[in-house]
């Protein structure tokens, strides 16, 4: 069966700072990749997306950027965080783009 | 633009069902529909979807309106654990998810 890994689960940064946040997934093969941020008390929005490797496409311009260096694995990174960057950061992955999408755990991203 | 309507909130009772309404009144023909949950703190789970038919599967039932522009998330029975926000998306071919605010249901015991 397919699983999907994120972490860390929770994570606590200074402003101007750097992010790396790692997923993964495994039991399945060139899976579609996604990036999702959900401010608190509100929806997700789509950051990033991809569909193989090193092919990233961004929804929302920031300072953020993806990275999908192996098949099953995605990278949402920062080279300098804001305030604005906290957030709920969420990966999913899907057998094709409109076919259903499954979430990991989460991080829980706080910038003090 | 999340492309579909949903109520903010909704109550039920425990053990009672529970119909969740959305409406996705510019779907396209290839657009499936798409229900998740999301409960506190956790990601969304996905919960069920379907194009045209009736969907059934172990944690609900999808009714799609005839001519597709709105469908009926259904519990059959509610749970405590049902209390989430559930978010109805509309999917198509080369279209990436859109989740809006969803709906808020909330179980009363």
């Known amino acids: 069966s397919q699983t999907i890994h994120q972490w860390p689960a929770t994570l606590v940064q200074p402003v101007g700072s750097p992010l790396s946040l790692e997923c993964t997934v495994e039991g399945t093969s060139n899976p579609n990749l996604y990036w999702y941020r959900q401010a608190a008390g509100r929806g997700l929005q789509l950051l990033f997306y991809s569909v193989g490797i090193g092919q990233i496409s961004s929804e929302v311009p920031q300072n953020l950027s993806a990275s999908r260096p192996q098949d099953r694995q995605f990278i949402l990174s920062s080279k300098k965080l804001l305030l604005s960057d906290s957030g709920f950061y969420l990966c999913?992955?899907?057998?094709?783009?409109?076919?259903?999408?499954?979430f990991g755990d989460g991080t829980r991203l706080s910038i003090l | 633009d999340a492309k579909t309507t949903q109520p903010n909130s909704m109550e039920s009772n425990e053990e009672e069902p529970v119909h969740l309404p959305c409406n996705h009144s510019?779907?396209?023909?290839?657009?499936?529909i798409h229900w998740y949950r999301q409960l506190p703190s956790q990601g969304p789970e996905y919960v069920i979807h379907?194009?045209?038919s009736n969907v059934n599967n172990r944690m609900a039932s999808l009714a799609i309106a005839e001519d597709r522009k709105s469908s009926t998330l259904i519990l059959h029975r509610a749970t405590l654990r049902d209390a989430a926000v559930y978010y109805c998306?509309?999917?198509?071919?080369?279209?990436?998810?859109?989740f809006g605010p969803g709906t808020r249901l909330s179980v009363l015991p």
């Open positions: 379907g194009l045209t």
């Open positions: 510019t779907i396209s023909g290839t657009d499936y």
């Open positions: 999913a992955w899907s057998v094709r783009v409109d076919q259903p999408q499954h």
């Open positions: 998306i509309r999917g198509g071919h080369g279209q990436n998810f859109v």
